[in-house]
């Protein structure tokens, strides 16, 4: 038997940066229950619930009024559960995720751009799902009963890639708003989050008080109304990639608390 | 730029000079310099609090030092997929993602871990009589400890660090630990650290012996040179007392006309010396050592303060 | 098994010397590899490896590369001579130490020994 050789260190070869950037996308994804079925069954959930509520005002409402009888409902803000589940995710990513993949020996560079692209995937996934479902309730005619989830305002009534455009970026927003808290939280706790609030309302009240100031007001509302929903998320992506790139700067010197 | 590190061969796995860690207005860890060759089992061992999880932390790059120099397989850790990729740390505070299953962590550990082997992990689950489609979140203590040993063992990974992992364990699952970490070590060598405060259990494992005490290092020594390092001398109070003077003393205790006193070494004559004047001569086991030399470190640090 | 004090190597090494003495490995046999040691005794490899290099050192056990360590020729021969020389250190000089304390003289010793020697 051959004793111990003190000098020999078997030292592994370092996979390429996109390879070790995978192994952070399929561990984000190897538990399919919380990534995948859990939100599944939710909406579907929250689409019985919601069916079931038109199905009880339709059955109320007089033969004659029936047409409008859903008409509010495309204010509905049923669907808004998928974009919050996707603010979780984020936090959890961070909260969750990150300490376990240090304990893989992951760099925080590789944990934030694995991350990073398992939310641009999900969200592709997520929103091809969502708009196909909208058509479904549109010609449908709301489930047959006049019903609006899928197709609330908020989404518009463009074609098939605007409207997937749309969701896709509200999810990656939200995404990446979840994941940055969660770094600000991570590093610098409570008073990190209060801090970036308060920041963030004075920019808001500012960006107020200047409109006010030039009175503003009626150009922002033209300006809304010329963009429509398509262009006015399209300057969502804008903060998304501040959240992203902020995330990072502050989870390079993060270590999670024990 | 090579994406292999290459060491020299003698170089050691893990130098670090000057280090020092603080948290604000505590320092944790202060001036530490120590190195660890490669393929050797060491012992990091000290109180609770003493630092032993801080060093660690700074060594995988976990955390961030306040001052001084940390060098793994020649570079430092921070941030370095080249040097991460040949460590694994297991910690007993590891978190795991909510909802994650045991399979699901031998599912993913071996995407990072390329010396990962499989059928050494399924024999380790089977001697932890580890169930593997529980949830981690109900995991007994002692399971949930087995999952970091598993992965720690099972990884291979050229320098492994286990902090104190094994404490949620029963004392028979601790042996199942640390046999197999003995074969397996003596199979695959690799550079292994780890930490605990249960110094008696793990003594004969160990080749090197670090103490860390307040965030200092108190020893770092040869783990063989350390056991014959002290003898406690017990008879009576006067022969004693004759005998070990201008010896160093670490520990001094008596009842009635009875005295045990721990010293340094004693060279075969001094032994003789002893046995002649009528003295017993009995050994100082590893834990014992640590426990006399932190006392004595702690009273002169009371004393100077 | 491994007892306290005596450091554990030279404690492998006397095991060694013990069971060469004993019979148990003859001339040319090869005795447990380092690592096998190192399991039963539950200690680390590299301190097993000390035990049997001691012995190597002093010409008790030669390698044989690719197999293993093998007892050299002579070995139990110059085992015994060894703990001849150690036997009047360790045991005799005790032993008259101790009967000069309880006034045992040399003739009353021998005696003993006879006796101790015949029912032994």
């Known amino acids: 038997m051959t004793a111990i050789a003190p000098e020999a260190v078997n030292l592994r070869t370092t996979p390429a940066s996109a390879q070790r950037i995978w192994r952070v996308v399929r561990l984000n994804l190897v538990n399919k229950g919380t990534t995948i079925w859990v939100p599944a069954m939710i909406m579907g959930f929250i689409w019985l619930v919601n069916y079931l509520i038109w199905w009880i005002i339709w059955a109320a409402t007089p033969v004659a009024e029936r047409p409008h009888a859903m008409d509010g409902t495309q204010w509905s803000g049923g669907g808004s559960y998928i974009f919050v589940y996707m603010l979780v995710v984020g936090i959890q990513v961070i909260s969750m995720t990150f300490p376990f993949a240090l304990g893989y020996s992951v760099t925080r560079r590789d944990f934030w751009l694995g991350s990073a692209l398992t939310f641009v995937m999900l969200s592709a996934g997520y929103s091809i799902g969502f708009t196909v479902l909208s058509f479904i309730e549109q010609w449908t005619n709301g489930w047959g009963l006049g019903g609006h989830l899928f197709t609330s305002v908020y989404f518009g009534d463009g074609g098939f890639w605007e409207r997937l455009f749309i969701v896709f970026v509200a999810m990656t927003f939200f995404f990446f708003i979840g994941a940055t808290s969660g770094t600000l939280f991570m590093r610098w706790r409570v008073n990190g989050l209060l801090i970036a609030g308060a920041l963030l309302a004075l920019v808001i009240v500012g960006a107020v008080a200047l409109i006010t100031f030039t009175q503003s007001w009626p150009a922002i509302g033209d300006w809304f109304t010329r963009m429509g929903p398509t262009g006015v998320v399209a300057w969502l992506l804008l903060p998304t990639a501040i959240a992203a790139l902020a995330g990072y700067f502050v989870l390079r010197r993060s270590t999670p608390k024990s | 730029m090579s994406t292999t590190l290459t060491p020299t061969s003698i170089a050691p796995t893990v130098q670090v000079e000057g280090l020092t860690k603080r948290f604000g207005s505590f320092t944790a860890i202060d001036d530490v310099t120590f190195s660890v060759k490669p393929n050797k089992i060491y012992g990091l061992l000290g109180r609770n609090g003493a630092g032993k999880t801080t060093i660690m932390q700074l060594l995988t790059g976990q955390d961030f030092a306040t001052d001084g120099d940390i060098r793994v397989f020649g570079e430092g850790p921070v941030e370095n997929a080249r040097v991460l990729q040949n460590i694994c740390f297991i910690k007993e505070s590891q978190r795991y993602p909510d909802d994650f299953q045991a399979k699901h962590v031998f599912r993913s550990a071996p995407w990072f871990f390329e010396n990962w082997d499989a059928e050494f992990a399924e024999r380790l689950i089977r001697d932890f009589r580890l169930p593997l489609n529980r949830r981690i979140k109900k995991l007994s203590r002692g399971q949930l400890s087995a999952v970091g040993v598993i992965v720690g063992l099972a990884s291979r990974a050229p320098l492994t660090f286990f902090d104190e992992p094994y404490l949620g364990l029963d004392a028979v699952a601790r042996q199942i630990f640390y046999d197999r970490l003995l074969e397996d070590y003596a199979e695959h060598p690799r550079t292994v650290i780890l930490s605990t405060h249960l110094i008696d259990e793990v003594s004969n494992l160990l080749e090197h012996v670090i103490v860390i005490d307040q965030g200092r290092i108190l020893m770092d020594e040869d783990a063989e040179a350390m056991r014959g390092a002290a003898t406690t001398v017990v008879g009576q109070r006067r022969a004693v007392d004759a005998f070990v003077d201008g010896h160093e003393v670490l520990h001094r205790e008596g009842i009635g006309g009875l005295a045990s006193v721990t010293v340094a070494a004693l060279s075969p004559s001094q032994r003789a010396e002893a046995a002649a004047a009528g003295l017993e001569l009995s050994p100082v086991s590893l834990q014992q050592l640590i426990v006399r030399k932190t006392n004595v470190a702690a009273t002169e640090f009371e004393q100077s303060a | ?120």
């Open chain 3, 1 to 120: 098994m491994i007892e306290e004090g005596k450091p554990i190597f030279v404690q492998i090494a006397e095991q060694i010397e013990n069971d060469i003495i004993d019979g148990v490995y003859p001339t040319e046999t090869q005795v447990p590899s380092t690592n096998e040691f190192a399991a039963f005794y539950r200690i680390n490899p590299a301190t097993a490896g000390k035990g049997v290099n001691l012995l190597v050192d002093d010409g008790i056990l030669y390698k044989k590369r690719g197999i293993g360590m093998f007892v050299a020729d002579g070995a139990r021969e110059r085992l015994i001579t060894k703990r001849r020389d150690a036997f009047r250190d360790e045991y005799l000089r005790p032993l008259l130490a101790e009967a000069a304390k309880l006034g045992i003289d040399p003739q009353q010793l021998t005696e003993m020994i006879s006796t101790e020697g015949v029912s032994a």
